[in-house]
């Protein structure tokens, strides 16, 4: 059985060799990005069996992304080729996302992702996994694509846990309306990723009490406070982890690898404070290299991590390197 299936765009990415505008980047260095696939990636690194469902186009961008995504141990057989429509490609600048200086220049618009639909969705992928992942991000690049999310998030028997990461990104919408529209999508879903930021930017809706009572159907909501952790809603209880503090390399992916996280811990049967913490740790993984995806922290260290006492874990701090070492890892630093 494949445990989780992910469903949306991912790009070829080209990091910058330097620091500096896009205008003054000599060269680049390519790589892959793309919400959904960064899921499926660090849940199969993770050991989970996990498949990636998308379009591409039939050029040599494509085959890297079919390939690379591979190379992680993701089912890929469900990702279908477009011969008239190319494959996403995006540029970045290595500055933060949230200084004045960052850059992405995406080349996206009608790319081979952009045409999935309710036809072209192989749905006998979903018959026997687990969980379905999807993101608000597919619902922005095209009526055929917001056509696909409703129908994959509508109530149907027999339908796999779904998993929603809201991924509100305002350049995408054309209509400004666009954004109340991944609310109704987020009803639909079973379990809800979404950002204190994003929910007031998108739907108005200001504190984590509140989005739950905006979201009252799903089962699970998680609410992302930054730096500040996040909150887990769940069988009428709210669980608030705080996030170990991080020296971040560069923070693109960070909230794929916290639902890749999450979701591991959920597939695993941890208590909500655990799959938490399991978030923040995937996280802080990514946070701590340049690429938008990475191999998870290694399993026996993150139990060790996770199970650490309150005090212990508000203390912890990860530097680069840590993800990947033994019980006495470099750049982990406990009190």
């Known amino acids: 059985m494949t445990e989780v299936v992910c469903v949306g765009e991912s790009m070829v990415t080209f990091l910058p060799s330097r620091p500096g505008r896009l205008a003054d980047v000599p060269s680049f260095a390519r790589t892959i990005g793309g919400a959904e696939s960064n899921v499926a990636?660090?849940?199969?690194?993770?050991?989970?069996?996990?498949?990636?469902?998308?379009?591409?186009?039939?050029?040599?961008?494509?085959?890297?992304?079919?390939?690379?995504?591979?190379?992680?141990?993701?089912?890929?057989?469900?990702?279908?080729?477009?011969?008239?429509?190319?494959?996403?490609?995006?540029?970045?600048?290595?500055?933060?996302?949230?200084?004045?200086?960052?850059?992405?220049?995406?080349?996206?618009?009608?790319?081979?992702?952009?045409?999935?639909?309710?036809?072209?969705?192989?749905?006998d992928v979903l018959d026997d996994c687990r969980v379905l992942h999807l993101s608000g991000i597919t619902a922005a690049l095209s009526a055929d694509c917001r056509a696909l999310v409703a129908a994959l998030t509508a109530p149907r028997p027999g339908r796999p846990l779904v998993s929603f990461d809201v991924n509100h990104r305002p350049s995408l919408w054309r209509d400004p309306a666009g954004a109340r529209v991944l609310l109704e999508y987020a009803r639909g879903a079973d379990l809800v990723f979404v950002g204190e930021d994003e929910a007031a930017q998108a739907w108005d809706v200001h504190g984590a009490d509140a989005i739950r009572r905006a979201l009252p159907e799903p089962a699970a909501v998680v609410v992302k406070r930054g730096a500040?952790?996040?909150?887990?809603?769940?069988?009428?209880?709210?669980?608030?982890?705080?996030?170990?503090?991080?020296?971040?390399?560069?923070?693109?992916?960070?909230?794929?690898?916290?639902?890749?996280?999450?979701?591991?811990?959920?597939?695993?049967?941890?208590?909500?404070?655990?799959r938490l913490r399991h978030g923040h740790l995937m996280a802080a993984a990514v946070l701590t290299v340049e690429a938008d995806v990475c191999a998870p922290p290694d399993r026996v260290l993150a139990d060790r991590l996770v199970a650490l006492g309150e005090r212990e874990w508000a203390a912890l701090r990860l530097s680069a390197g840590w993800a990947h070492g033994d019980a006495a890892a470099e750049g982990v630093r406990t009190p």
């Open 228 to 274: 500040e952790g996040a909150v887990l809603y769940t069988d009428g209880t709210a669980v608030a982890v705080p996030a170990p503090t991080v020296d971040v390399v560069a923070p693109v992916g960070a909230g794929d690898a916290f639902a890749a996280g999450v979701l591991s811990a959920t597939l695993r049967g941890l208590p909500p404070a655990e």
């Open 41 to 123: 990636c660090a849940l199969a690194a993770a050991g989970h069996a996990t498949a990636w469902v998308s379009r591409v186009g039939a050029d040599g961008f494509g085959d890297h992304l079919v390939e690379a995504v591979a190379a992680y141990g993701v089912d890929t057989s469900a990702v279908r080729r477009d011969p008239e429509r190319p494959t996403g490609i995006y540029f970045r600048t290595a500055n933060d996302r949230s200084a004045a200086a960052h850059e992405v220049a995406y080349y996206r618009a009608g790319s081979a992702a952009s045409a999935m639909s309710p036809a072209t969705m192989p749905l």
